[in-house]
């Protein structure tokens, strides 16, 4: 039950950035939805935040899976009616270099990374509406920026096998723009913010825990973002130092 709070929920939130996201938002007050594709792993998940006093609710839900999605969407619309907080987090990596990259690869780091976020904003989008003052988070990567990339900033971690990593998270930008013109634009929609979020290389699953910044670290701009003020801003790009060049 939530009460008064604002309901948030996480995709991809069983571990790594996603889980202290859930984790962060829940000691904000909300109450907090933890996204696993795997029932067994959200469970676990919630159950280790529990231990440390932090209280959620595992669900299962596959970003890529339409059925997963439709089923949590209905039950979020039979128990609650709305959606404050929608963080796309969930993601996955997959490596190659440019010239070896297939088409193949490309869609399935696109299927989870771009068509993921796509397909739950689309379903999400009539329950945030309905929500005082609802925030979309879209968790990018400093890789996904083409200006950084395109002047060599020397952006962390091993570039010479993210092509389509890199390429979904510009991918994601760009969605976040258009979302943030569209919303503004309506007036049914014009109480929604979306920005997306750079954690910063992060020693997480995703790579293999080489990653130089903590979770804590990480997850602060996507909570910051997630319970921005109405005077925040949307349709930016940020790291928790402030705005990051497209
Ligand atoms: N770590 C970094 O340095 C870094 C930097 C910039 C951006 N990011 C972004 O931060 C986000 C979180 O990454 P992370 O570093 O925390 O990686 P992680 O530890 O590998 O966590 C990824 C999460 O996404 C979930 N996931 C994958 N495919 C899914 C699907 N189809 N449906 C639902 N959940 C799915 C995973 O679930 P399973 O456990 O079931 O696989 C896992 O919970 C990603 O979007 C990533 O691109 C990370």
């Not at 996955?92 to 990374?113: I, K, L, Q, Y």
């Not at 200006?147 to 389509?164: E, H, K, Q």
């Not at 992060?202 to 003020?229: C, H, K, S, W, Y």
Request: aromatic share 4%.
């Amino acid at each position: 039950m939530t009460g008064d709070k604002a309901l948030a929920l996480v995709t991809g939130a069983n571990k790594g950035i996603g889980k202290e996201t859930a984790r962060q938002l829940a000691r904000c007050g909300l109450a907090v939805l933890l996204g696993s594709r795997d029932p067994d792993r959200g469970r676990d998940a919630a159950l280790d935040l529990a231990g440390d006093g932090v209280e959620v609710t595992p669900v299962q839900l596959d970003v890529t899976d339409m059925a997963s999605v439709t089923t949590l969407e209905k039950r979020l619309r039979a128990d609650h009616g709305r959606l404050d907080v929608l963080v796309n987090n969930a993601g996955v990596f997959v490596g190659a270099s440019a010239a070896g990259t297939t088409a193949a690869h490309m869609r399935s780091v696109f299927e989870t990374n771009v068509f993921g976020v796509v397909t739950l904003i689309h379903t999400l989008l009539p329950l945030l509406g309905q929500a005082r003052a609802p925030r979309i988070v879209n968790v990018s990567s400093t890789t996904g920026s083409l200006a950084l990339t395109a002047g060599g900033a020397g952006i962390p971690g091993d570039d010479s096998r993210r092509m389509a990593y890199c390429a979904a998270k510009a991918a994601v930008n760009m969605l976040t723009i258009h979302y943030a013109k569209a919303f503004a634009a309506d007036p049914g929609l014009a109480h929604i913010k979306i920005n997306s979020a750079t954690p910063g290389y992060t020693a997480t699953d995703m790579n293999d825990f080489q990653g130089t910044r903590t979770v804590a670290e990480a997850a602060r701009v996507i909570v910051g973002l997630a319970t921005l003020p109405d005077d925040g801003p949307s349709g930016g790009f940020f790291s928790d130092q402030g705005p990051v060049a497209w």
